[in-house]
């Protein structure tokens, strides 16, 4: 169910309790559908679709419910891939619950290589959807370009900045704006063009510790929000104009146990959504902050265009 606002009415703990039981509940829905078969055309290998056929119901769901700990624990190989399937089931929830429609059109803010929304959008839009990506990242974008050529929806990948997405799209066209995993690339690619770092046409993941160190670095002294503040909402109030009246801009998050290993924090990654949230609503870009039930606003924000 959609609501608007966090509600107030009840205390954190309560809240976190009551959204939990939602979580718990996708949880299970999820590993029925999963043990079933009926997500098996999202696995990218043979291998790991037979590996994670062998699991029970019981063990799937405890799996599932290992990525959303902070860090997310992951026990096998197959596990990357379960991860995956995840968050597509989430996206595919998500955009269900906000009623996008299958002629519907998404910009997904720096998907990298990842595919977990546009394979849940071409789910829900029967491939009928205009699907637009802002990627930076040349290396990353060649991949999400192989990993998507098999989908049905009309993908258009702009190879740019998505401060500059008025330059692109036309104003009030677009029906949700979405990133999975995205705020963290967004807020320390502010930070490497700040430090002259290139995280276009090198590989990013060589870059990537040192942005998540110097991030993490800010945040504990106190000057992250003078370093990105500007730039972070200058990018929501571009992709602000290109929605339609009553569209939304949906962002997520999870701490994949790699950051922690080049130097990030549970502490500091925890807060990028509730940042989101808190920076979004500071610079009044007109968006009003709402919530669905079973998804945790620690790890997701949504905000709807009035």
Not at 107 to 112: F, K, L, V
Not at 182 to 190: F, K
Not at 202 to 207: I, K, N, Q, T
Not at 232 to 259: C, H, Q, W
């Amino acid at each position: 169910m959609l609501r608007f606002g966090l509600d107030q009415s009840i205390s954190q703990e309560k809240r976190i309790e009551k959204q939990n039981e939602g979580t718990q509940m996708n949880f299970q829905k999820m590993a029925k559908r999963i043990k079933k078969g009926e997500t098996d055309r999202f696995f990218f290998t043979n291998e790991a679709r037979e590996e994670i056929a062998r699991l029970s119901t019981d063990e799937i769901q405890s799996r599932l419910q290992g990525f959303m700990k902070s860090p997310m624990i992951r026990k096998g190989s197959s596990d990357m891939q379960l991860s995956r399937l995840y968050h597509i089931l989430c996206w595919i929830e998500v955009l269900k619950e906000l009623s996008i429609s299958k002629n519907a059109t998404l910009i997904e803010i720096a998907p990298g290589a990842g595919t977990h929304i546009v394979t849940a959008f071409d789910v829900i839009s029967g491939g009928k959807g205009k699907y637009v990506a802002f990627n930076l990242n040349k290396k990353l974008t060649s991949d999400f370009k192989t990993q998507t050529q098999d989908l049905n929806l009309d993908i258009r990948i702009i190879e740019d900045d998505a401060k500059n997405t008025p330059a692109y799209i036309p104003k009030e066209t677009i029906d949700i704006v979405a990133g999975n995993h995205a705020i963290n690339d967004i807020l320390e690619t502010i930070i490497a063009n700040r430090e002259g770092l290139d995280t276009v046409e090198g590989d990013y993941f060589e870059v990537a510790p040192r942005l998540i160190r110097e991030y993490e670095k800010a945040y504990l002294d106190g000057t992250l929000k003078n370093l990105v503040f500007d730039d972070f909402t200058d990018i929501m109030r571009a992709v602000y104009s290109t929605l339609k009246p009553t569209g939304y801009l949906v962002l997520n998050y999870y701490v994949y146990p790699v950051e922690i290993d080049w130097g990030g924090s549970v502490l500091v990654r925890s807060a990028f959504v509730s940042l989101a949230r808190q920076w979004i609503s500071e610079a009044d870009l007109g968006f009003e902050t709402v919530s669905l039930d079973g998804f945790d606003p620690k790890w997701w924000g949504f905000f709807r265009k009035y």
